[in-house]
T-cell receptor, first 113, second 115 residues
């Protein structure tokens, strides 16, 4: 069993759809992260949650809405996305919010049509 | 702001040979951390190696080692005895020592291993 699990693995959605990405960690970590990975660009940090509290939001458009109901689960709710939002969305966790030794999931490959 | 540059988008190595992946960074800080992460086709990134800037000794993890040149702000990854399973994207990353500091990643390099 991998430490960080993401579902779905692939997602295709229209610009008017609403969908959610799910992340679950089984490592007992207290911090969780959403990253966006686009081709030929560095990973972009989107959100950071520490002990279920959002501690960072890096100027992400409001069409991305994170939710952290407990320290093991993290969601990214998507609505009215744009084609440029197509990317690999990676979830990660760390023992605490020092960004030390990230444990990543396998990501959700999102295509917005 | 810190930046991390990986200027080579792709590299190739023969199985069992040695390959070096380059990374440079820009910072005004004297103490920080540097990392190499590997992203195989499964897409799950894993930490390969970590270096603390105040340590002069280069970090080593089995077949993976780094050449850390602090004055040159260079942090290259050497993979010895390359294996087919080493084929992946490799990302160099920087983090300052502040408690809430973020990781800054490079664009990554795709390494292919020829059998």
């Amino acid at each position: 069993e991998t430490g960080v699990t993401q579902t779905p693995r692939h997602l295709v959605m229209g610009m008017t759809n609403k969908k959610s990405l799910k992340c679950e960690q089984h490592l007992g970590h207290n911090a969780m992260y959403w990253y966006k990975q686009s081709a030929k660009k560095p990973l972009e940090l989107m959100f950071v949650y520490s002990l279920e509290e959002r501690v960072e939001n890096n100027s992400v458009p409001s069409r991305f809405s994170p939710e952290c109901p407990n320290s093991s689960h993290l969601f990214l709710h998507l609505h009215t996305l744009q084609p440029e939002d197509s990317a690999l969305y990676l979830c990660a966790s760390t023992r605490d919010r020092t960004h030390e030794k990230l444990f990543f999931g396998s990501g959700t490959q999102l295509s917005v049509l | 702001a810190q930046t991390v540059t990986q200027s080579q988008p792709e590299m190739s190595v023969q199985e069992a040979e040695t390959v070096t992946l380059s990374c440079t960074y820009d910072t005004s800080e004297s103490d920080y951390y540097l990392f190499w992460y590997k992203q195989p086709p499964s897409r799950q990134m894993i930490l390969v190696i970590r270096q603390e800037a105040y340590k002069q000794q280069n970090a080593t993890e089995n077949r993976f080692s780094v050449n850390f040149q602090k004055a040159a702000k260079s942090f290259s990854l050497k993979i010895s005895d390359s294996q087919l399973g080493d084929a992946a994207m490799y990302f160099c990353a920087y983090r300052s020592t502040g408690a809430n500091s973020k990781l800054t990643f490079g664009k990554g390099i795709t390494l292919s291993v020829r059998p």
